[in-house]
T-cell receptor
């Protein structure tokens, strides 16, 4: 089955700086990669996703890049703000389905210092 | 926009008791997933349903069972509760098995 590795586990940046979180996956057939933001005690919130037919997707201050050859994808947050502080999870589907059950990375706790 | 609804939001049970968690998917969503999240952990997949049929099964104990009803809501039944079952239980829904998954607010289960 799919295995997802995420790093770093913690990331501290100054407000206004950029933050990058990286994930690798094992199943070359995976073709859908969502990112979730989770505040303490709250639900995981889908913030952006990418499908394998594109290499990059951007939505305002967040972007995701995908390298299928290397089997890794990254989340980029620019002009970070204190409200970006949360735990971020990458995920990949288990198996060949574009959707289906998600296997999550271990999470990255992002702290944005004012 | 309507979101995934879960009830109850908090539940306290004693060991060996039973619990039932309910999930109401986003309208028109036909696929439901259940995840368990321990403190400081990533969500772990338990089970999913597509069009009222079980579509996949993860690390769900035999003490747990689930089903999806004709109105697409789902229930997770947990019996012989153990202390280690204390966790956040999230339900997510999607449109079809290939759609984006949107999570509900979760049920915090505490077993004492």
């Amino acid at each position: 089955g799919e295995n997802v590795e995420q790093h770093p586990s913690t990331l501290s940046v100054q407000e206004g700086d950029s933050a990058v979180i990286k994930c690798t996956y094992s199943d070359s057939a995976s073709n859908y990669f969502p990112w979730y933001k989770q505040e303490l005690g709250k639900r995981p919130q889908l913030i952006i996703d990418i499908r394998s037919n594109v290499g990059e997707k951007k939505d305002q201050r967040i972007a995701v890049t995908l390298n299928k050859t290397a089997k890794h994808f990254s989340l980029h947050i620019t002009e970070t703000q204190p409200e970006d502080s949360a735990v971020y999870f990458c995920a990949a589907p288990n198996g060949h389905n574009q959707g289906g059950k998600l296997i999550f990375g271990q999470g990255t706790e992002l702290s944005v210092k004012p | 926009a309507a979101g995934v609804i879960q009830s109850p939001r908090h539940l306290i049970k004693e060991k060996r008791e039973t619990a039932t968690l309910k999930c109401y998917p986003i309208p028109r969503h036909d696929t439901v997933y259940w995840y368990q999240q321990g403190p400081g952990q990533d969500p772990q997949f338990l089970i999913s349903f597509y069009e009222k049929m079980q579509s996949d099964k993860g690390s769900i104990p035999d003490r747990f069972s689930a089903q999806q009803f004709s109105d697409y809501h789902s229930e997770l039944n947990m019996s012989s509760l153990e202390l280690g079952d204390s966790a956040l239980y999230f339900c997510a829904s999607s449109l079809g098995s290939l759609g984006e998954q949107y999570f509900g607010p979760g049920t915090r289960l505490t077993v004492t």
